[in-house]
């Protein structure tokens, strides 16, 4: 199984431009998320979502939008995309428990120019 | 709300000298205490956590003791390669996100 898979690995748009990161997971997790990576700040929560259907905001969700209509994927759009968005995106499942592991995808890299 | 701090980096060090991440917590209650890593140009992946207090944590060589008292988990191994050079984070559950409250990450520079 692939685990956790995200696409596009690198992505360079100009401001004001929309776009989507795919995020696709085939272990049947019903928690995945969407954090972004800047350096000295570590990860942050952007979205999240405990089931197909489900998703609520986490610490930094301006200008982000998700939806959770499969089990299995997880998208998020960048409405009007902004130079404040350049940053290393971060999707991950867990089967849910408090105890359980995150899985990472590999990041998608993104500059807004 | 949850926090977590680690120590600054970068940590630059000798292959097999002894290493150590300092991390310390705020939390409600006894939460699972993990670290995850991320080796250049890749995601993150768990590699260690403690479920309860007292407990400890290992793989690849790598360390971490639970300790409730001075709320810390703090990183160690007695013996780094050149190969453990990577970026590491601590971390702990946000409860009702399912989701993980990190440190900022600490890199770490192993030389030859």
């Known amino acids: 199984n692939a685990g956790v898979t995200q696409t596009p690995k690198f992505q360079v748009l100009k401001t004001g431009q929309s776009m989507t990161l795919q995020c696709a997971q085939d272990m049947n997790h019903e928690y995945m998320s969407w954090y972004r990576q800047d350096p000295g700040m570590g990860l942050r929560l952007i979205h999240y979502s405990v089931g197909a259907g489900i998703t609520d905001q986490g610490e930094v969700p301006n200008g982000y939008n998700v939806s959770r209509s499969t089990t299995e994927d997880f998208p998020l759009r960048l409405l009007s995309a902004a130079p404040s968005q350049t940053s290393v995106y971060f999707c991950?499942?867990?089967?849910?428990?408090?105890?359980?592991?995150?899985?990472f995808g590999p990041g998608t890299r993104l500059t807004v120019l | 709300g949850n926090s977590v701090t680690q120590m600054e980096g970068p940590v630059t060090l000798s292959e097999e000298a002894f290493l150590t991440i300092n991390c310390t917590y705020t939390a409600t209650g006894y939460p699972s205490l993990f670290w995850y890593v991320q080796y250049p140009g890749e995601g993150l992946q768990l590699l260690l956590k403690a479920t309860k207090a007292d407990d400890k944590g290992s793989n690849k060589g790598f360390e971490a003791t639970y300790r409730k008292e001075t709320t810390s988990f703090h990183l160690e191994k007695g013996s780094v390669q050149v190969s453990d050079s990577a970026v590491y984070f601590c971390a702990l559950p946000d409860t009702g996100r399912r989701a993980l409250t990190f440190g900022s990450g600490t890199r770490l520079q192993v030389q030859p």
């Open positions: 991950a499942s867990t089967a849910g428990g408090l105890t359980d592991t995150q899985y």
